[in-house]
């Protein structure tokens, strides 16, 4: 078995699998288009994949919402492939991300079945969110970096 290559999408080819796979995981299960990925952050965000043999298998987003606070945001591992620390590696790469651009503060919104893996890499609940257009529980965290 190979090993697991974590990287930006580098060919417009690869975007677009990168976008299958966002759907597939996070948006299709609920009933969202494909179009419901893209927000007017999508062209100024760090996209990360994890691959392996050949396939993406996990990813991440990561945008700044001002210059020193920046937002996480779909992320997702394959189901056969979760709790083997690759939704820790594609955070822990996020954060050095954030954290290489100024940001002090990394907020995101997980989705409730999430929450206690935000905590476990030390996000701490700040309250409910109320928008999102999934129409699933959403809790706002945040970390300090």
């Given at each position: 078995?190979?090993?697991?290559?974590?990287?930006?999408?580098?060919?417009?080819?690869?975007?677009?699998?990168?976008?299958?796979?966002?759907?597939?995981?996070?948006?299709?299960?609920?009933?969202?288009?494909?179009?419901?990925?893209k927000?007017?952050?999508?062209?100024?965000?760090f996209?990360?994949i994890?691959?392996?043999?050949?396939?993406?298998?996990?990813?991440?987003?990561l945008?700044?919402n001002?210059?020193t606070?920046?937002?996480?945001?779909?992320?997702?591992v394959?189901k056969?492939?979760?709790?083997?620390?690759?939704?820790?590696?594609?955070?822990?790469i996020l954060?050095?991300?954030?954290?290489?651009k100024?940001?002090?503060k990394?907020?995101?919104?997980?989705?409730?079945?999430?929450i206690?893996?935000?905590?476990?890499t030390?996000?701490k609940?700040?309250?409910?969110y109320n928008?999102?257009?999934?129409g699933?529980?959403?809790?706002?965290?945040?970390?300090?970096?």
């Amino acid at each position: 078995m190979s090993e697991i290559e974590f990287r930006t999408p580098n060919s417009k080819n690869e975007f677009l699998e990168y976008d299958l796979f966002r759907w597939r995981l996070l948006r299709k299960p609920i009933g969202k288009t494909i179009e419901s990925l893209k927000d007017d952050f999508e062209d100024f965000s760090f996209h990360l994949i994890g691959i392996k043999d050949n396939q993406i298998i996990a990813c991440g987003r990561l945008h700044f919402n001002t210059k020193t606070e920046a937002q996480i945001r779909y992320m997702a591992v394959e189901k056969n492939f979760q709790r083997n620390g690759i939704g820790r590696k594609i955070l822990k790469i996020l954060e050095k991300e954030a954290k290489n651009k100024n940001a002090r503060k990394i907020v995101l919104n997980a989705r409730d079945h999430a929450i206690n893996f935000y905590k476990s890499t030390k996000y701490k609940v700040v309250g409910k969110y109320n928008g999102s257009d999934t129409g699933i529980p959403h809790t706002t965290m945040e970390k300090k970096i």
